[in-house]
T-cell receptor, first 111, second 116 residues
């Protein structure tokens, strides 16, 4: 399974944008880039995913580098409820659909 | 849509007993369900992949005779921890995928197991 690298922790202020980076230099052409987040004592929550083009939804934006070796999850205006561990995961388009979680980035939001 | 529930949300049991955890997809049919385990301050670890009507596929190092998984219908999978011991105390989380190509996984809220 192709691996991802994320900073252990990041900190931001409420109502400011947050850019969470993820490196995946060994990504293959058949890997989707998925982002999930997990609040304390809860199951992970799907945030967004993409393949090649940048993606937007109501929660966040996903910016994917042209060579696909890195991506950035963008929270446009962080709130205290966005404090969580964010996981960047690669998943094959076909075949085994399992997700392999790394350590993720613990995001702290300051009021 | 795409809601996954787990029952119970927490359970305390004595060492040596068996505990069953249910995972249900409430508003969709799940062809595949996954079971994860998470220890405090650690990431999720995939235990097994469960396809409806067939035997589960266990990850390396996970004892299939200890963690029994049944996926008897398109909306229900169960994980039974047999002869539980204190080291099995953990947060167990399931996820489910719909019958849709390229779909994502939807996670349950988790079950906290404490073995005394």
């Amino acid at each position: 399974d192709a691996k991802t690298t994320q900073p252990n922790s990041m900190e931001s202020n409420e109502e400011e944008p947050v850019h969470l980076p993820c490196n995946h230099s060994t990504i293959s052409g058949t890997d989707y880039i998925h982002w999930y987040r997990q609040l304390p004592s809860q199951g992970p929550e799907y945030v967004i995913h993409g393949l090649t083009s940048n993606v937007n939804n109501r929660m966040a934006s996903l910016a994917i580098a042209e060579d696909r070796k890195s991506s950035t999850l963008i929270l446009h205006r962080a709130t205290l409820r966005d404090a969580a561990v964010y996981y960047c995961i690669l998943r094959r388009i076909q075949g085994a659909q399992k997700l392999v979680f790394g350590q993720g980035t613990r995001l702290t939001i300051n009021p | 849509g795409a809601v996954v529930s787990q029952h119970p949300s927490w359970v305390i049991c004595k060492s040596g007993t068996s505990v069953k955890i249910e995972c249900r997809s409430l508003d969709f049919q799940a062809t595949t369900m996954f079971w994860y385990r998470q220890f405090p301050k650690q990431s999720l670890m995939l235990m097994a992949t469960s396809n409806e009507g067939s035997k589960a596929t266990y990850e390396q190092g996970v004892e299939k005779d200890k963690f029994l998984i049944n996926h008897a219908s398109l909306t229900l999978s169960t994980l039974t921890v047999t002869s539980a011991h204190p080291e099995d105390s953990s947060f167990y989380i399931c996820s489910a995928m719909r019958r849709r190509a390229g779909d994502t996984q939807y996670f349950g809220p988790g079950t906290r197991l404490t073995v005394l």
